[in-house]
């Protein structure tokens, strides 16, 4: 029923944060962090490979038993329609073929090879050009909320006793202040604010990753899928905040 498949997107969001802590492609805040530290990409993934290993046993775990209790739960024409599940599109073999040329070439930036406006341009235009409406698709409404946060936090910094406090709450307590940053203000937001006050990188970067599996704010692949509950059934938003919460 409705608990069933509102647990499964709670999960399917739960895994995306967990899942995306491994590399520096894989969110944000590991992305802006491992280009502030300097690091190499197998020095991040060294370091999130415990996390990551420990977040999928736990995950599969979880798939076993949930599987058990709730075998068929997604199969009824009812559940699909709950969610507003649309039937297979055909694929398009230009799009895919365009996406990934574009994907590597970002994959080229992160890894410092050409810089960031050369892909910039070529997405920009490859969009208008060939994929227009997806530009008009964007959901725009939640990047605002996103950009009010950076603004937020670049003037909370400049405060100097805020900046005071926050140089002494985070001494030696730089992963806690990460994980209890991220509940408030997301935690790419906190991934920016600390950053500015310590130069221990990895543990900012373990810090942000497991803030991220807090609140609803706590990570904007949590906002993504309550905001996509919230379109399709309105009813079920509260349910959906209590199953995810919990």
């Given amino acids: 029923g409705n608990y069933w498949l509102l647990k499964i997107v709670a999960m399917q969001t739960i895994a995306a ?11 944000p805040q590991n992305l802006y962090l491992y280009a502030r530290a300097g690091m190499s990409a197998a020095e991040l993934i060294t370091l999130m490979l415990p996390y990551s290993a420990t977040a999928l046993i736990l ?9 058990a209790k709730a075998p068929h739960v997604c199969g009824s024409e009812k559940d699909k329609t709950l969610l507003g599940f649309s039937d297979r599109k055909e694929l398009n073999m230009e799009y895919l ?21 050369i892909p910039l341009v070529l997405v920009l235009i490859y969009m208008l050009l060939r994929n227009r409406e997806n530009i008009s698709r ?8 996103f950009i009010a946060l950076f603004i ?9 006793q805020f900046s005071s406090f926050l140089e002494r709450i985070m001494a030696g307590r730089e992963t806690l202040t990460a994980v209890l940053a991220s509940q408030i203000m997301s ?3 906190a991934a920016l604010l600390l950053s500015g006050f310590t130069d221990n990188y990895r543990a900012l970067i373990v810090g942000t990753n497991i803030g991220g599996l807090g609140t609803l704010i706590a ?8 905001k996509y509950i919230a379109k399709e059934n309105r009813n079920l938003r509260g349910k959906y905040l209590g199953i995810f919460t919990a």
Avoid: E, H, K
């Fill in 187 to 189: 935690n790419v937001p």
């Fill in 59 to 67: 995950l599969l775990i979880w798939i076993q038993v949930a599987a």
């Fill in 138 to 145: 964007v959901d725009y409404s939640l990047l605002a909320t």
């Fill in 152 to 160: 937020f936090i670049g003037n909370l910094g400049r405060i100097p």
């Fill in 97 to 117: 073929a365009a996406y990934l040329i574009l994907f590597t070439i970002c994959l080229l930036t992160v890894a410092r090879i050409i810089p960031y406006q």
């Fill in 219 to 226: 990570s904007m692949a949590s906002l993504i899928s309550f």
């Fill in 17 to 27: 944060n967990l899942g995306s802590m491994l590399t520096p492609i894989g969110n």
